[in-house]
């Protein structure tokens, strides 16, 4: 049992470049969100999905596109990077809504 | 939106000692989690506890809903405890937690 699985570790792009952020969970859970952690700060919600084919809008959406094709998967895409986009990326799920989410070790991720 | 905010910013502990950590949030919520995020970045979940008292070792939590707040409480401090501790909390609507911004703990030996 993995638990919650994110690649790559680390990236640097440059402005303008387009990526995608992978997660993955081997604990069949339906609920899966993506956060964004900037120095000094906490976790501040960017998408997430109540189950395959559903996804909504958190807290900071804008620049970012996600899609959930399996109850597995859940990757981001960042279509046009910006350096505003530097920070470190951390996937969770959890098994029922509002309920204990685990989380992923985080991608880190520079823009130039 | 809901705010959650989380007192001291920092704090500074001697080996042994204990410490209380508060977390506060503006509405309603549906649930409350404790986390602890190492130096390493990984976030650790401590406790899932949307009301009343639970404890794990040295480490306990209480949240009054009711009140909205939550205490962590850290026993007989060790350097492992080290690091960030954050509450996030789950307003009704979807699965949206909030975070606050977190404590950061340093224990010296």
């Known amino acids: 049992n993995a638990g919650v699985t994110q690649t790559p570790k680390f990236q640097v792009l440059k402005t303008g470049q387009s990526m995608t952020l992978q997660c993955a969970q081997d604990m069949n859970h339906e609920y899966m969100s993506w956060y964004r952690q900037d120095p000094g700060m906490g976790l501040r919600l960017i998408h997430y999905s109540v189950g395959a084919g559903i996804t909504d809008q958190g807290e900071v959406p804008n620049g970012y596109n996600v899609s959930r094709s399996t109850t597995e998967d859940f990757p981001l895409r960042l279509l046009s990077a910006a350096p505003s986009q530097t920070s470190v990326y951390f996937c969770a799920s959890s098994y029922s809504e509002g309920g204990e989410q685990f989380f992923g070790p985080g991608t880190r991720l520079t823009v130039l | 939106g809901i705010q959650v905010e989380q007192s001291p910013p920092d704090l500074i502990l001697q080996e042994g000692a204990n410490s209380t950590l508060r977390c506060n949030f503006s509405?309603?919520?549906?649930?409350l989690q404790w986390f602890h995020q190492n130096p390493w970045g990984q976030l650790i979940n401590l406790f899932y506890?949307?009301?009343g008292t639970k404890q794990n070792g040295r480490l306990s939590a209480t949240t009054v809903a009711t009140e909205r707040y939550s205490l962590l409480y850290i026993s007989s401090s060790q350097t492992t405890d080290s690091g960030v501790y954050f509450c996030?909390?789950?307003?009704?609507?979807?699965?949206?937690?909030?975070f606050g911004t977190g404590t950061s703990l340093t224990v010296i030996p």
């Open positions: 996030a909390v789950d307003i009704w609507t979807g699965n949206q937690f909030y």
């Open positions: 509405d309603s919520v549906n649930n």
């Open positions: 506890i949307p009301s």
